[in-house]
């Protein structure tokens, strides 16, 4: 089960994940977490950073399907507005579910798919499980957070570090 906590790979933002890098690791599919990854937590606008995130993806012929843990109701619109097609809503991170959910409806193999989020106990555990390739992120504001989720991330130090 550790073995699963680690991501493959750690990135400071994710605009230093680009198209090619992930055509060159054979990969073609991206599964996206939101809160803390794509936006803050109370904010529903995603920074030019993102925004050139995603277009380089489109670009690059990668597929893009978010999966997130929240409600349909909150997912849809932010997918809307961001131009993504592909979402999983109420997908039940850590479990594997969603993200081979996103593979079946992107049509493409769970190995051949990155799983990009800014938590180890839900998007990386996940993505992992599912057999993806996964990249943590750092977490775009963690001032915002509920207090749950600080807690979360003084257990995932030690796994963060390595
Ligand atoms: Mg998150």
């Not at 400071?12 to 060159?24: D, Q, V």
């Not at 803050?40 to 995603?46: G, I, L, S, T």
């Not at 932010?78 to 079946?104: H, N, Q, W």
């Not at 193999?109 to 996940?126: M, S």
């Amino acid at each position: 089960m550790m073995k699963k906590l680690y991501p493959k790979l750690y990135v400071e933002n994710i605009g230093s994940i680009t198209a090619s890098m992930l055509r060159k690791m054979g990969m073609e599919a991206v599964v996206l977490d939101v809160d803390n990854t794509l936006v803050p937590h109370d904010d529903p606008n995603p920074t030019v950073e993102v925004e050139n995130f995603l277009a380089d993806m489109r670009q690059g012929g990668i597929k893009i399907c978010v999966v997130s843990n929240n409600s349909e109701e909150r997912v849809k619109p932010f997918c809307e507005r961001i131009g993504v097609t592909y979402f999983v809503s109420d997908a039940l991170k850590p479990r594997a579910y969603g993200y081979l959910k996103a593979a079946e409806i992107m049509g493409v193999k769970a190995e051949k798919t990155v799983g990009i989020g800014d938590q180890i106990f839900t998007d990386i555990w996940g993505a992992n499980r599912a057999g993806c390739y996964s990249i943590l992120v750092k977490p775009i504001d963690t001032k915002t957070e509920p207090f749950y989720i600080k807690i979360k991330r003084i257990l995932e130090k030690p796994f963060v570090k390595r």
